[in-house]
């Protein structure tokens, strides 16, 4: 079945400096690739999305590329501040088009 | 226009007693899915409802867990007998249409604990 590979945390970084947390997955068809952000004790944001290959989404400096030929959408940021401190899902749309599978998240922690 | 809504935010319960968790989704949406987070891992779909519909219920233990979303009033998840294994976070979201053509909003969700 579908899945989500993504690198496991915690990601520490300090103030202003590069974030990349690598995502990879597994599905038969073509779909919707999200990443989410959970703040401590809240639910789930929607951080950005790309619907098909070669699709960029941004949203807040956070940037993915869809890429099919790697099967990959990598969230990067150039510079990251403390309130960037959260969990980070990367998830994709069932082929089904029902649910949303999640990969296990990446905990990041910026220092000032 | 107030997001989608979930009770208890915390619920504590003893081994052997039934939890239900609420989810009111947001205005003018009839698609409700529920997810399950057990600590330090991801998400794991449970169940996708429409009104008075179970559509997908794939990841639902097919023991003990039931949901319903019925006409009136907002999404149900109940657990009965509930075991330690069953303590994690849950969490509802909602969309307009169809899971994959509009965005999923999530609740704050309801963490339950099982003595």
């Known amino acids: 079945g579908d899945s989500v590979t993504q690198m496991e945390g915690p990601v520490t970084l300090s103030e202003e400096a590069f974030l990349t947390i690598n995502c990879t997955y597994t599905a038969t068809g073509y779909p919707s690739l999200f990443w989410y952000v959970q703040y401590p004790g809240e639910g789930l944001q929607l951080l950005l999305k790309?619907?098909?290959?070669?699709d960029k989404g941004s949203n807040k400096g956070f940037e993915a590329t869809y890429r099919k030929e790697t099967t990959s959408f990598h969230l990067e940021k150039g510079s990251v501040q403390v309130s960037d401190s959260a969990v980070y899902f990367c998830a994709l749309e069932d082929t089904g088009g029902f649910k949303t599978i999640f990969g296990a998240g990446t905990r990041l922690f910026v220092k000032a | 226009n107030a997001g989608v809504m979930q009770n208890p935010r915390h619920l504590v319960r003893r081994r052997g007693q039934e939890a239900r968790l609420r989810c009111s989704p947001m205005?003018?949406?009839?698609?409700v899915y529920w997810y399950r987070q057990l600590p330090e891992e991801g998400l794991k779909f449970m169940v996708y409802l429409q009104k008075e519909n179970i559509i997908d219920e794939s990841g639902m233990p097919k023991e003990r867990f039931s949901a319903e979303f019925p006409k009136e009033g907002p999404s149900i998840l109940r657990i009965q007998q509930v075991v330690r294994g069953d303590s994690a976070a849950y969490f509802c979201a909602s969309s307009l249409s169809r899971g994959g053509l509009d965005e999923q909003f999530f609740g704050p969700g309801t963490r339950l604990t099982v003595l």
């Open positions: 205005k003018g949406h009839s698609h």
């Open positions: 790309a619907t098909k290959a070669d």
